[in-house]
């Protein structure tokens, strides 16, 4: 039996009781880290859109009648150390935090957060639109300040599936309430600009927590994560999104930006400088 390999076609046994993995009767390995609070209630509820939507309505109900949030779900994973400053991350996920117990929340930590900018990328965005569809979403949630569907990735390769599904996916799009890249009333020219800039001129808020679809995150304010079609249409939909708080670094520049460059560039620059640093490091211990 394979184990870093898998054939198209094997059949793969999850027990739930002793969270392990099985190809047949062969113990294939130990799963039980997988099994989190979180995905435990998600199997018992079915699905995770009833625990996700269940926790929506819960929290504005609780809003709506000025009352405390009554323990029902399995809480997330807090993090709080004492006397211990935040970064500008821990922050910004501090300040969009919902549900939580009140404490101040550190890196390492799992929680709900407001979600401001959303963007959808064109070539998955048809499984975004398919997600919601099974979600029965018809209309953007009016808590998000922006949202872009683009169609730069497919502008310049203008073949016949893109003909066909991508007129489709932006009448979906704008209909749902998200600025599309192509017009499909044609008032307006197809919009060229890569996502990363369209989303950078949306977010204008530095405590802003944005979504792009397939790692689509350079952005100059706020902080930003990629992330698949269903975490999208989520987000879309709930203007909400469940994650971890991540460690950061402080990068501080100094000058003045030229006027050629933008501020994708200076991420690859900041990039390329830690590559070049770790490679150097590797050099020197060899």
Same mark, same amino acid.
């Given at each position: 039996?394979?184990?870093f390999?898998?054939?198209?076609?094997?059949?793969?046994?999850?027990?739930?009781?002793?969270?392990?993995?099985?190809?047949?009767?062969?113990?294939?390995?130990?799963?039980?880290?997988?099994?989190?609070?979180?995905?435990? !209630?998600?199997?018992?509820?079915?699905?995770?859109?009833?625990?996700?939507?269940?926790?929506?309505?819960q929290?504005?109900?609780?809003?709506?009648l000025?009352?405390?949030?009554p323990k029902?779900?399995?809480?997330?994973k807090?993090?709080?150390?004492?006397?211990?400053?935040?970064?500008a991350?821990?922050?910004?996920f501090?300040?969009?935090?919902?549900?939580?117990s009140?404490?101040?929340?550190?890196?390492g930590?799992?929680?709900?957060?407001?979600v401001?900018?959303?963007?959808?990328?064109?070539?998955?965005? /048809?499984?975004?639109?398919? !997600?919601?569809?099974?979600?029965?979403a018809?209309?953007i949630?009016?808590?998000?300040?922006?949202?872009?569907?683009?169609?730069?990735?497919?502008?310049?390769v203008?073949?016949?599936?893109?003909? !066909?599904?991508?007129?489709? /996916?932006?009448?979906?799009?704008?209909?749902?309430?998200?600025?599309?890249?192509?017009?499909p009333?044609?008032?307006?020219?197809?919009?060229?600009?890569?996502?990363?800039k369209?989303?950078?001129?949306?977010?204008?808020?530095?405590?802003?927590?944005?979504i792009g679809g397939?790692?689509?995150?350079?952005?100059?304010?706020?902080?930003?994560?990629?992330? *698949?079609?269903?975490?999208v249409?989520?987000? /879309?939909?709930?203007?909400?999104?469940?994650?971890?708080?991540? !460690?950061?670094?402080?990068?501080?520049?100094?000058?003045?930006?030229?006027?050629?460059? *933008?501020?994708?560039?200076?991420?690859?620059?900041?990039?390329?400088?830690?590559?070049?640093?770790i490679?150097w490091r590797e050099c020197i211990?060899?």
């Amino acid at each position: 039996m394979q184990k870093f390999s898998v054939d198209t076609g094997t059949l793969f046994t999850i027990n739930t009781k002793t969270k392990k993995l099985y190809s047949g009767d062969d113990e294939i390995m130990d799963i039980s880290s997988s099994f989190t609070p979180q995905k435990m !209630e998600f199997m018992r509820a079915g699905g995770s859109y009833q625990i996700v939507f269940g926790k929506k309505l819960q929290t504005f109900a609780a809003s709506t009648l000025k009352m405390d949030i009554p323990k029902v779900f399995a809480p997330f994973k807090e993090i709080s150390n004492k006397n211990q400053g935040l970064t500008a991350v821990e922050k910004i996920f501090n300040k969009n935090a919902l549900g939580t117990s009140g404490k101040i929340l550190h890196a390492g930590s799992y929680t709900r957060v407001k979600v401001n900018i959303v963007g959808s990328q064109d070539t998955t965005g /048809l499984m975004t639109s398919q !997600e919601l569809e099974m979600m029965a979403a018809k209309v953007i949630s009016p808590t998000i300040d922006g949202a872009y569907q683009s169609g730069c990735h497919t502008a310049s390769v203008w073949d016949i599936a893109s003909q !066909e599904n991508i007129p489709k /996916l932006m009448r979906f799009m704008n209909d749902f309430g998200l600025i599309t890249g192509r017009d499909p009333n044609n008032k307006y020219h197809p919009l060229t600009d890569v996502i990363h800039k369209v989303l950078n001129d949306l977010t204008v808020d530095d405590w802003s927590i944005i979504i792009g679809g397939d790692s689509h995150t350079r952005m100059s304010k706020g902080v930003a994560f990629g992330a *698949d079609s269903g975490t999208v249409a989520l987000a /879309l939909a709930t203007g909400e999104a469940s994650m971890p708080i991540p !460690e950061s670094v402080k990068v501080t520049f100094k000058g003045n930006m030229q006027d050629h460059m *933008d501020f994708r560039d200076v991420v690859h620059a900041t990039q390329a400088q830690m590559l070049k640093r770790i490679w150097w490091r590797e050099c020197i211990s060899r």
